[in-house]
């Protein structure tokens, strides 16, 4: 079975700085990988995805995760984080097996708050 | 649409009360899920169906009894819960089954029992 970490559970960050959130995952086949942001109040949503290709993947509001094979990651980066992306963030797993439902395993999450 | 619906919102039950919660999608997605999460805790798969047929029960108590009438819609009813299956109850559509897709969520019912 899969398991995914993320490792900072809450980080404080001041505007302007910029982000790495850590993603580990265990799984000894191809997976496809995500990054789900939960801002507050308000209902998961897709920040950015890996199916295969370019393993440097951008996604929404200026976020990007590069996934590194040999190292099980796929941390989440923004060059300068604003307080609107004060949210919790979870890194998600999901195996790629022919056939079959393939089941996502969600990290635990991980908290940023940005002060203005 | 992008929208997965919930309804309701916020749900608070007694333990021997018949609760249903509602999920609606329109972007032809024939996969749907229910998950559960607790507080400071991921999401936790507890059902899918795929074509509108029971495909994962991933052993949940059968006080919790999902139903899909169609392919837009998802039900959970809930019967004699206990105050620890409070949580928000959250819904999710995906295009199918296979390997390259995502879930879109919705808001989540956020349910109470006392």
């Known amino acids: 079975a899969q398991s995914v970490s993320q490792h900072n559970h809450h980080v404080i960050l001041s505007e302007a700085a910029s982000l790495e959130l850590g993603c580990n995952y265990s799984y000894g086949g191809t997976v496809n990988l995500f990054w789900y942001v939960q801002y507050p109040g308000q209902h998961l949503q897709l920040l950015l995805k890996y199916f295969s290709g370019d393993p440097l993947v951008k996604g929404i509001k200026g976020f990007e995760a590069e996934f590194i094979k040999s190292k099980f990651s796929f941390n989440l980066r923004k060059p300068s984080v604003q307080w609107s992306d004060t949210a919790e963030y979870f890194c998600a797993v999901m195996p790629r097996r022919l056939g079959g439902y393939q089941k996502v395993t969600f990290g635990t999450g991980t908290k940023l708050q940005v002060i203005p | 649409d992008t929208e997965v619906t919930q309804t309701p919102k916020h749900l608070v039950m007694g333990m021997t009360n018949k609760k249903s919660l509602k999920c609606e999608q329109h972007?032809?997605?024939?996969?749907m899920y229910w998950y559960k999460q607790k507080a400071k805790k991921p999401p936790e798969l507890m059902f899918v169906y795929s074509y509108e047929k029971l495909s994962i029960n991933e052993s949940v108590p059968s006080r919790f009894s999902p139903e899909c009438p169609n392919s837009s819609l998802l039900n959970l009813h809930l019967h004699a819960l206990q105050p620890e299956d409070s949580a928000l109850y959250l819904c999710a559509s995906s295009l199918n089954r296979s390997m390259n897709t995502e879930a879109f969520f919705g808001q989540g019912t956020r349910l109470t029992v006392v």
């Open positions: 972007m032809g997605h024939r996969a």
